[in-house]
């Protein structure tokens, strides 16, 4: 069972950059990807981005393409999401999940959660 465990979050002037990181400990599986989702205060848990494990592929929400990036380093275990030109409505809990995958039309967290890390941007 991969455990993912989130950090990098914090308090940023709107305009503003963040890198979240997610370690993952424990098996791997290439099969899947690693997916970030965030949540709002009273709102459901959303898709963000993911990197697929086995060919670096990634994908992103319509909200963040062009300011987000996600990137993996094998070698740490560790998946990265670089977050620029924040935005007041990225405010969230941002979650990574490692059993990220393809169901139906969106992309869902079908792994372990973490604790997830609080981004906060001030307008």
């Known amino acids: 069972q991969v455990q993912p465990v989130e950090s990098g979050g914090g308090l940023v002037q709107a305009g503003g950059s963040l890198r979240l990181s997610c370690a993952a400990s424990?098996?791997?599986?290439?099969?899947?990807?690693m997916g970030w989702f965030r949540q709002a205060p009273g709102k459901e848990r959303e898709f963000v981005a993911a990197i697929v494990w086995s060919r670096n592929i990634t994908v992103y929400a319509d909200l963040v393409k062009g300011r987000f990036t996600v990137s993996r380093d094998n070698a740490k275990n560790t998946v990265y999401l670089q977050m620029n030109s924040l935005k007041p409505e990225d405010t969230a809990v941002y979650y990574c999940?490692?059993?990220?995958?393809?169901?139906?039309?969106?992309?869902?967290?079908?792994?372990?959660w973490g604790q997830g890390t609080q981004v906060t941007v001030s307008s």
């Open positions: 424990g098996r791997t599986f290439s099969r899947y990807a």
């Open positions: 999940n490692p059993g990220t995958r393809m169901y139906g039309s969106s992309w869902h967290g079908f792994g372990s």
